[in-house]
């Protein structure tokens, strides 16, 4: 599963290098400090999801199995839908790239003109990821009035 997940985040690395050196060239969106990288991938399912950075935006990515591939052709580039996550309910835009086929994404950030340089925008896709990957605890659990007071205490305590 590591080196499919490297394989084809590679893919999506090439793809969209050549987006930026073709379609997007001398856009002034563009942010120089960026360059293209999927920061973080993970298995989702039988899918993968991945935080992408590029110099124009960073957005989360869906790319279906294999198996998974035919059926996201029906829909059309550019239709919405939405996918449940652990981090809550998230609308995606179909896409289609030659290269890496149907995928779906979700806008983070874009432009990304406020990203000074890059690795703060591979921390930031990466932190965005994980919080929409975080399954919450369970909200059931019962504490004591002294555990849930030190909670308190210890989440006001946090910098903000």
């Not at 198996?67 to 029906?74: C, G, K, N, T, V």
Request: proline share 6%.
């Amino acid at each position: 599963m590591e080196q499919e997940a490297r394989s084809r985040s590679e893919e999506v690395e090439t793809v969209f290098r050549r987006i930026a050196a073709t379609r997007m060239e001398g856009v002034p969106i563009l942010n120089p400090a960026l360059d293209v990288e999927a920061a973080a991938m993970e298995p989702w399912g039988e899918a993968m999801i991945l935080a992408l950075v590029t110099p124009w935006f960073i957005n989360v990515m869906l790319l279906p199995s294999a198996d998974e591939s035919a059926q996201w052709e029906d829909m059309a580039v550019g239709q919405s839908t939405v996918h449940e996550l652990p981090g809550g309910r998230f609308s995606f835009i179909a896409g289609r790239e030659e290269g890496i086929g149907p995928y779906r994404m979700c806008s983070l950030f874009s432009p990304v003109l406020e990203f000074a340089d890059h690795e703060t925008a591979c921390a930031t896709a990466r932190a965005a990821l994980a919080e929409m990957l975080r399954v919450e605890e369970p909200h059931n659990v019962r504490l004591s009035r002294r555990d849930l007071f030190r909670r308190a205490v210890h989440e006001e305590a946090k910098p903000a």
